[in-house]
């Protein structure tokens, strides 16, 4: 069970009002059950609060008087807490090799990008040029399983769901001639703990 308010938990998630770079740790405690404060930072708030975190970035997680920084290693550390990085460690490289390569490609979009006509751009040539190879690969790489690494799910597998989600907005319909990814979406949104996450939390565009 997940917990926004403040108590005596062992982990404190600290991110802005949004999914972003930290959906993909809220993803694993959710499907683990393992309680934690979400602590969603305002932008109006952001200015003052930057100087406190490590290289000013969030996501930024507290734990045992411990800051962590970089939203894979946070991830990362809650897959191993969760049972989620793989059931060897040949598993637990390949979900890691993974979660880099769609991270590599969320790294690519230009969030940054003021010029509106410039920035459709650029995501237009990601997915005309870019997508197809990624779709490619994961869904070679799947074949006729149910998940990405193994025979048992992986924080790769919930990384593909919170990559889909986001490119989804930017490019609706853009892997619907992925069979198997778009099955292991269905796969993934239909675990229980993880579809009461997917409906109770904060709505926001990305």
């Given at each position: ?80 807490e ?15 090799a ?26 237009d040539?990601?997915?005309d ?78």
């Amino acid at each position: 069970m997940t917990c926004s308010a403040a108590g005596m938990l062992p982990y404190k998630l600290i991110y802005f009002n949004m999914r972003g770079r930290a959906e993909l740790s809220r993803y694993i405690l959710a499907c683990a059950e393992i309680p934690f404060q979400d602590d969603r930072v305002e932008w109006k708030d952001w200015p003052s609060l930057k100087p406190s975190f490590p290289l000013q970035q969030l996501p930024v997680l507290e734990v045992e008087g411990v800051e962590l920084n970089q939203s894979l290693a946070i991830a990362r550390f809650f897959a191993k807490e969760a049972g989620l990085a793989g059931n060897s460690r040949l598993e637990e490289a390949q979900a890691d090799a993974l979660v880099e390569s769609l991270n590599d490609f969320t790294l690519l979009i230009p969030w940054r990008e003021e010029d509106q006509a410039l920035k459709k751009q650029k995501i237009d040539e990601l997915f005309d040029c870019y997508m197809p190879k990624l779709l490619s690969f994961l869904e070679k790489h799947l074949r006729d399983r149910d998940w990405l690494v193994g025979n048992a799910m992986t924080w790769a597998d919930l990384y593909w769901h919170v990559c889909f989600t986001t490119c989804s907005v930017l490019r609706p319909g853009f892997a619907s001639q992925s069979p198997g990814l778009s099955a292991l979406i269905d796969r993934v949104g239909s675990i229980p703990q993880l579809a009461r996450w997917i409906q109770d939390r904060p709505a926001s565009e990305f």
